[in-house]
């Protein structure tokens, strides 16, 4: 197929298994596009709930709380600095603490604050003194497990990472879960600000690296997936044997540490170990890099990124234009222009190639139809790559009828291009869509013949009207004795069958005189006109060169 087209196509399961997976990291995308926010929510619930100097706390609690705290707000901080928050950053931070030291110099200053609150609300010291050890349990642990997996994940340790966080995760449940076990404060219940700051900053640093391994591997179909979903159940377990030891042990704390280590042990094995010595898995998984592009891939196609340019295809025996084939191009805000064949790859593959297929026809289309009263590009046909993919919508033939009639362009100026490969293993149901857009009018082509799986039974059952040569065998000539060979079968059999023959990839003029003494109809390649936009083929199809 011509390399800036829309066109090839891995295999069906392939092609599945990296949809399901895209539409998973949309969503993920989603969440990380929005981190920053989570990271300023934590920022602003750990600051409110500050243990500043001027409360009358125990020293001891009050520097447990302050490091709890601190850790949550460092960590939220920076993870708006890496996310190219700075500015929000230094505003939240700025703006929330000259807050603070506002409010603790009046009357109210205990009410913003956590360890006040439960040191107004206990009934003598000795209970509070009891609430404070065992919240600073919960509290200090979930602040150590975050501030390891934050370690870990600059390090690049992910699975160990993301493993710790799912454990902070599941912390602030705990007490949800013995509620529901009919177990009542089973070490301790954080304060909320506490649980607010904390799981919105966990949340946080998963979102950030959600679209990595084995957090990745999560929303996976086959045997890897599975397995790390079975870990969330283990955490799940394990969440309510902590909140159980909190009662079989009663006071005696020292038992508590050892049913945690057990279960993080038992959770990170699940998620790391296991994943590890997996090694493999059975799905094709695209590279977080892959899902990443896909996803600005599906931004430049709303924000109207993309834009067509047209190649000129010469009538060999008249050597007037006898069409254009539309390519799409990207034009990307700081990256500049990207080559066609690194998002056609990574659109195929996650399923973008529908709804970016379907923007290219109704583009050449619309353009083509505009061209109606030009006395040269009025009368020539267009020709637009069609996916496999858009084939297995199962809207095909409806989405190009109602673009016909929407544009006003008339279907026999219109071909639709095919790579052989859309026919692989094809039921027929491929070729009953050819038929219907057929019988509308439309002319259809074969493009990439001779690369793919050619088979002469589709030939046979297609009403196509133009088979292509492919560049590949194009390039080698004249002088390459298996290249001529196979191109001078491919003209044979293509007349044998009523195709016109076009040669796609034709860049000096030995090669044109080879194509056209064997038979070949129409000429494309860069010997003739590079692709070129819309107003630049207007001022080409004026002057003489479009004569040949």
């Not at 088979?467 to 000539?477: G, I």
């Amino acid at each position: 197929m011509n390399q800036t087209g829309v066109g090839v196509t891995p295999a069906h399961t392939t092609e599945t298994v990296a949809q399901r997976q895209f539409m998973r990291h949309r969503l993920v995308r989603k969440v990380q596009d929005n981190t920053h926010f989570l990271a300023m929510a934590s920022m602003v619930s750990g600051l409110l709930g500050f243990p500043h100097y001027l409360l009358d706390v125990d020293n001891n609690v009050w520097l447990a709380q302050l490091l709890t705290y601190l850790t949550f707000i460092l960590v939220s901080y920076n993870l708006l600095l890496e996310n190219g928050r700075t500015n929000l950053a230094m505003l939240t931070l700025s703006l929330v603490t000259i807050s603070l030291f506002v409010v603790q110099l009046t009357p109210y200053a205990a009410d913003f604050n956590d360890t006040a609150n439960l040191l107004h609300n206990a009934n003598n010291q000795q209970l509070y003194y009891a609430s404070r050890t065992q919240e600073f349990m919960a509290g200090g642990f979930l602040a150590c497990l975050i501030a390891v997996s934050y370690l870990f994940q600059r390090h690049h340790y992910l699975a160990v990472s993301q493993a710790l966080l799912c454990i902070a995760v599941m912390i602030p449940l705990i007490p949800l879960l013995g509620v529901l076990c009919g177990i009542s404060n089973p070490y301790g219940v954080m304060s909320p600000l506490t649980t607010l700051s904390g799981i919105l900053c966990a949340f946080g640093l998963l979102a950030k690296h959600a679209s990595h391994p084995p957090m990745s591997y999560l929303l996976l179909m086959d045997d890897t997936g599975k397995q790390i979903r079975s870990s969330i159940l283990l955490l799940s377990l394990c969440a309510i044997m902590l909140a159980r030891a909190g009662v079989e042990f009663g006071n005696n704390m020292r038992a508590i540490p050892l049913v945690v280590v057990v279960s993080l042990l038992a959770i990170i094995y699940t998620m790391t170990v296991t994943y590890y010595r997996k090694g493999k898995t059975s799905e094709q998984v695209l590279p977080a890099t892959d899902m990443d592009f896909a996803s600005q891939v599906e931004s430049a196609l709303d924000n109207q990124q993309f834009y067509l340019v047209y190649q000129p295809q010469i009538d060999f025996n008249t050597g007037r234009l006898k069409g254009v084939e539309a390519l799409i191009r990207w034009q990307h805000p700081t990256k500049g222009m990207i080559s066609p064949v690194e998002f056609i790859r990574v659109a195929e593959l996650t399923g973008l190639i529908v709804p970016l297929g379907k923007w290219v026809m109704r583009t050449a289309c619309a353009q083509a139809a505009a061209w109606r009263d030009h006395p040269v590009l009025g009368q020539i046909e267009i020709s637009v790559n069609v996916s496999a993919l858009q084939l297995q919508s199962g809207t095909l033939v409806e989405d190009i009828l109602g673009i016909l009639a929407e544009t006003g362009l008339s279907p026999h100026r219109l071909v639709v291009e095919l790579t052989e490969s859309a026919f692989v293993q094809d039921d027929g149901e491929n070729a009953r869509i050819m038929r219907s857009l057929k019988s509308a009018g439309i002319k259809l082509a074969i493009d990439d013949f001779g690369t793919g799986y050619s088979c002469l039974s589709y030939l046979r059952d297609i009403p196509g009207d133009y088979l292509k040569v492919d560049r590949s065998f194009v390039l080698e000539l004249p002088g390459h004795n298996k290249a001529e060979a196979v191109i001078q079968a491919i003209v044979s059999l293509g007349k044998s069958l009523d195709y016109r023959i076009i040669a796609e990839g034709i860049e000096n003029q030995a090669q044109a005189d080879f194509l056209q003494r064997i038979g070949c109809d129409i000429a494309q390649g860069f010997l003739f006109a590079r692709p070129m936009e819309a107003d630049a083929l207007q001022l080409w199809s004026s002057s003489p060169h479009s004569d040949m």
